[in-house]
């Protein structure tokens, strides 16, 4: 089954702990992006990546970073995560570019305390 | 830069009755058009998508949606709702460029909810 699999689906952690969420998509797929979504803003981007070692900085890239070594999987890294990151956050891929439509992940529910 | 309005922000609709969710846009090109519906707990699946050609697009679970370029529009409609079409749904607008894609600019969303 085509997919956009993230990993973990839900996750509570502290001020300052470094994490990962992984993000991994089975199509073949060149795009990826992360978003965030948060009550009354909708989603924004974080980071999108065109193909293997090529990212760049979305909309709210502070306190993100990326990294795409290998065209199926695209992590996201919070190096000192904060409270206002918080969020729910989604993974998506395309086969050529957002304008081809997104295939979205599941979602990962982050809560910093 | 582009932009993406909804203006309605919660719609309640009977089961049965038809619908017509607004998008309106602001991009100075030929933009690309999407909807997204999000149900609860969920990720966004692609509902339809408009690049050229036929103003009126088909989509997915009957839903359609019809460009404007007059209005800056891109509504969604269709003409006999059920309870499982309740749910978010986000338009959204590309940028035209390829190589320099800067990805998706959704609108905040429109949820609606179904009436028994």
């Known amino acids: 089954e085509a997919q956009v699999t993230q990993n973990p689906r839900y996750l509570i952690t502290v001020t300052g702990k470094k994490l990962t969420v992984t993000c991994s998509q089975n199509?073949?797929?060149?795009?990826m992006s992360w978003y965030r979504q948060d009550p009354g803003l909708g989603l924004r981007q974080i980071y999108y990546s065109m193909n293997v070692e090529v990212t760049d900085k979305g909309d709210v890239p502070e306190g993100y970073k990326v990294s795409r070594k290998e065209k199926r999987n695209f992590p996201l890294i919070l190096e000192s995560p904060s409270p206002n990151q918080t969020s729910l956050y989604f993974c998506?891929?395309?086969?050529?570019?957002?304008?081809?439509?997104?295939?979205f992940g599941s979602g990962t529910r982050l809560t910093v305390v | 830069a582009q932009s993406v309005t909804q203006p309605d922000i919660h719609i309640t609709v009977s089961e049965g009755a038809s619908l017509e969710l607004r998008c309106n846009y602001s991009y100075g090109a030929t933009p690309y058009l999407f909807w997204y519906v999000q149900s609860p707990g969920q990720g966004l699946q692609l509902l339809l998508k408009?690049?050229?050609?036929?103003?009126l697009v088909q989509g997915i679970k009957g839903f359609e949606a019809e460009f404007k370029r007059s209005q800056s529009s891109f509504n969604l409609r269709k003409p006999s709702v059920h309870w499982s079409d309740a749910a978010e749904y986000f338009c959204a607008v590309g940028a035209l460029s390829g190589g320099g894609a800067d990805g998706l600019t959704f609108g905040k969303g429109t949820h609606l909810i179904i009436q028994p």
């Open positions: 408009y690049f050229s050609g036929d103003t």
């Open positions: 998506a891929s395309s086969l050529n570019g957002a304008n081809y439509g997104y295939t």
């Open positions: 199509m073949n797929h060149e795009y």
